[in-house]
């Protein structure tokens, strides 16, 4: 089974199908993964999967607005 966003699939439905074989991609492993392959951003680059550099600015209203839903900002 291939399980992509490996992160968010930490599930009992997941152990319970029990899998042959589990890989799982994500960009942001946990501490106790084990990584077999590893891409840094400049490869990323290269093949226009990524463009660099990340600019990340703060929310003009708050953190809380910035993950608002919009129904919720009524």
């Known amino acids: 089974m291939i399980v992509d966003e490996a992160h968010n699939n930490r599930t009992r439905t997941l152990r ?3 899998p042959a074989c589990l890989i799982e991609l994500t960009a ?14 400049l490869a ?3 093949e226009d999967m990524i463009k660099l550099p990340i600019v ?8 809380k607005d910035a993950v608002a839903t919009p129904s919720s900002q009524r």
């Open 16 to 18: 319970n199908l029990h």
């Open 28 to 41: 942001t492993p946990a501490k106790d993964s084990n990584v077999l392959y590893h891409v840094g951003a």
């Open 44 to 46: 990323l680059q290269r």
């Open 56 to 63: 990340l600015m703060e929310h003009p209203t708050g953190w």
